[in-house]
């Protein structure tokens, strides 16, 4: 696509519960990012892929954070047992491949944990 | 470890001042780049300008200029004549190709 698609780009959902946020990279962006925004704060690094692989989960905050890239392509990041901490603006972005300095976000999905 | 400082966590000014957005970084690596995003209130990240660290040259582009400086590891932003639609969240980062390390932000609130 044009852009970096996320969605839902807003999502409300109960303490407890699971949540899946989906990202779709620019068409041939081998690289992709998530990052998170927490209310008033800058972005906070979660992980990133190069194609299918994970190199650097090392911004995970806990097990109950997990993503997948499935066909070098669309991402997803799983929230389990989502707690009102988690509660931020998780955005996504690519690039062309790792080491291009510079990448495209997305609008972002607004996560809210009540 | 890579680390962006914006001290600065809010700036008002009034229609046509000129303001200047601070952004100070540390990290250990010779090769680097800084760059400068917008978020307005829609959310979405907007790319500004991207500077790697051999290049120390000022750039000008409209009424938006940078000064790199390695020697006090400072990139700061200013806006010149501002105007209402500048009214946003400016943040700084520095990237080591692998991943971005973001500033905190710096909210700026332009009066008509």
């Known amino acids: 696509g044009a852009g970096v698609s996320q969605s839902p780009s807003n999502k409300v959902t109960e303490k407890g519960k699971d949540v899946e946020l989906r990202c779709d990279p620019i068409s041939g962006h081998t690289a992709l990012y998530w990052y998170r925004q927490s209310l008033g704060q800058g972005l906070e690094f979660l992980i990133y892929?190069?194609?299918?692989?994970?190199?650097?989960k090392s911004g995970l905050p806990s097990d109950r954070f997990s993503a997948e890239r499935t066909g070098g392509s669309v991402s997803t990041l799983t929230i389990q047992r989502t707690q009102q901490e988690d509660s931020a603006v998780y955005l996504c972005?690519?690039?062309?491949?790792?080491?291009?300095?510079?990448?495209?976000f997305g609008s972002g999905t607004r996560l809210t944990v009540v | 470890a890579q680390k962006v400082t914006q001290a600065q966590t809010e700036i008002s000014v009034v229609e046509k001042e000129d303001v200047t957005l601070d952004c100070v970084y540390e990290t250990r690596d010779t090769t680097y780049y800084l760059f400068w995003y917008k978020q307005p209130p829609s959310g979405e990240l907007v790319f500004l300008i991207r500077r790697n660290s051999f290049d120390e040259q000022n750039e000008i582009s409209g009424r938006y200029s940078w000064n790199f400086q390695k020697s006090t590891s400072s990139f700061n932003f200013t806006i010149t004549a501002s105007q209402v639609v500048d009214s946003a969240v400016y943040f700084c980062?520095?990237?080591?190709?692998?991943?971005?390390?973001f500033g905190s932000g710096t909210k700026l609130n332009v009066k008509p």
């Open positions: 972005a690519s690039s062309l491949t790792t080491g291009q300095p510079g990448y495209t």
């Open positions: 980062a520095l990237s080591d190709f692998n991943k971005f390390y």
């Open positions: 892929f190069q194609g299918n692989s994970a190199p650097d």
